[in-house]
């Protein structure tokens, strides 16, 4: 005879909450990350000269919108 273990009501609720949580803990994981990207893009074009900027084609005012490209495909 199998020993087997039925849930009980809390243990779904709990099994839920956990499911739950983790999935939260993913998502703000991966908006960090994206977060993460897009200041170290912004950090690094910004204390470029202006000099080199032109040298690379970009023009200061473009700094947000190519970060924001970089960390979430905008």
Do not use: W
Not at 6 to 27: I, M, P, W, Y
Not at 28 to 50: G, V
């Amino acid at each position: 005879m199998a020993i087997t273990r039925s849930n009980s009501g809390l243990d779904v609720v709990f099994e839920a909450g956990r499911t739950f949580f983790h999935q939260k803990l993913d998502t703000m994981r991966k908006a960090q990350s994206k977060r993460r990207i897009y200041r170290a893009t912004y950090y690094e074009l910004s204390i470029l000269s202006d000099r080199d900027l032109t040298d690379l084609g970009i023009p200061r005012s473009n700094i947000k919108k190519l970060a924001l490209e970089a960390a979430y495909g905008c």
